[in-house]
């Protein structure tokens, strides 16, 4: 495994992190299994993947707890954890987005007894609500910075104009973006702002949220209770012309004797800006697969075919 630094920080990850959403993101998927979870997160961490990125609003705090419950197992100086806030639920289920000082407080503070940690290493804003101004949502970040309570700070799901203000002040280390072979809409704006503005970019999604796990066929159905039947990769006609895409993109794959997952993490990490990525999954037994994409190197041939092969997408 290899590891770098997040920029703006001293905070040392693993290149290939951990994506928690289906650890105890029961409003997310369904027939999650806990204990499947816990194995998952444990896993990771016995085979050197020390970034693991949750959130507040998956499984309404329940992914952070559980997160929370395993790395108590291990040394906590070895792990970063990253996790995000600015879903504010209520007890009827509904859930508004809020970027107001006093909720973000409150946020970190209920994620802190969540993953029964006194500081996070990295915090992200992870959606704006379009109304409070990044000076109070981000200034407010800062102050929590400054009192111990997190490290680094983050943002996440924003659009080019809303990064430039939340970095008004250069308080923002690292952003987390949706990006992949099947999604370079990053590559117009957001990714070269990162780059030439010290943040380390951070895909979710790497692997188009199973698109590029070279699982799905054309007869492939979705539980129509599962999130990713909002993304446009999986309607229609557009998810038909994907799988052609990810069928050629096997062949380079096979090629490169790896696998089509690792394929996908080691483009991404092959991308200037992109410093870590945070595959996720629900079973521990691809841990061990995606931890060697950090060792495959693509060379500017491997590279410029798979150009071609996305191009023509």
């Known amino acids: ?13 693993s290149e290939i992190g951990l994506g928690t959403n289906a650890v105890g993101g029961h409003n997310l998927f369904q027939n999650l299994k806990e204990a499947d979870g816990i194995d998952f997160v444990r896993e990771a961490l016995n085979n050197g993947v020390n970034f693991i990125d949750t959130a507040d609003i998956y499984g309404l705090g329940r992914s952070e ?20 806030g600015a879903q504010h639920w209520s007890p009827d289920g509904s859930v508004r987005t809020d970027n107001r000082p006093k909720y973000l407080r409150e946020a970190v503070e209920k994620s802190l007894q969540r993953l029964q ?8 804003l992870h959606f704006p609500d379009n109304e409070t101004p990044f000076t109070e949502s981000i200034g407010e970040l800062a102050r929590l910075k400054k009192e111990g ?67 799905f066929t054309k ?53 200037e ?12 037994e691809r841990i061990l697969e995606n931890i060697h994409a950090s060792e495959i190197i693509l060379s500017k ?9 996305l191009r023509n997408n």
């Not at 800006?273 to 521990?284: E, F, M, N, S, T």
Request: some cysteine; hydrophobic content about 40%.
């Open 301 to 309: 041939l491997e590279i410029t075919m798979i150009s071609d092969i």
């Open 219 to 271: 007869n492939t159905t979705i539980d129509s209770q599962d999130w990713r039947n909002s993304i446009p990769l999986f309607q229609g006609e557009q998810f038909q012309q994907t799988l052609e895409t990810v069928d050629k993109l096997k062949e380079v794959a096979a090629q490169k004797e790896t696998s089509l997952p690792n394929l996908a993490l080691a483009w991404l990490l092959a991308q």
């Open 65 to 84: 707890e559980l997160v929370g419950e395993v790395i108590k197992e291990f040394n906590r100086n070895d792990i970063v954890i990253a996790t995000k």
């Open 1 to 13: 495994m290899k590891y770098t630094t997040l920029k703006k920080s001293e905070l040392k990850v």
């Open 273 to 284: 800006g992109v410093d870590a990525v945070i595959p996720g999954g629900k079973r521990k």
């Open 149 to 215: 309570k997190i490290r680094a700070i983050g943002v996440s799901n924003v659009s080019i104009e809303q990064l430039k203000e939340a970095n008004a002040h250069g308080d923002i280390s690292v952003l987390q973006s949706p990006y992949n072979m099947l999604d370079r809409s990053a590559e117009a704006e957001l990714l070269p702002y990162c780059v030439e503005n010290n943040i380390s970019f951070i895909p979710y999604g790497p692997l188009a949220f199973g698109l590029l796990g070279g699982g």
């Open 117 to 124: 940690l006194d500081f996070v290493d990295l915090y992200y």
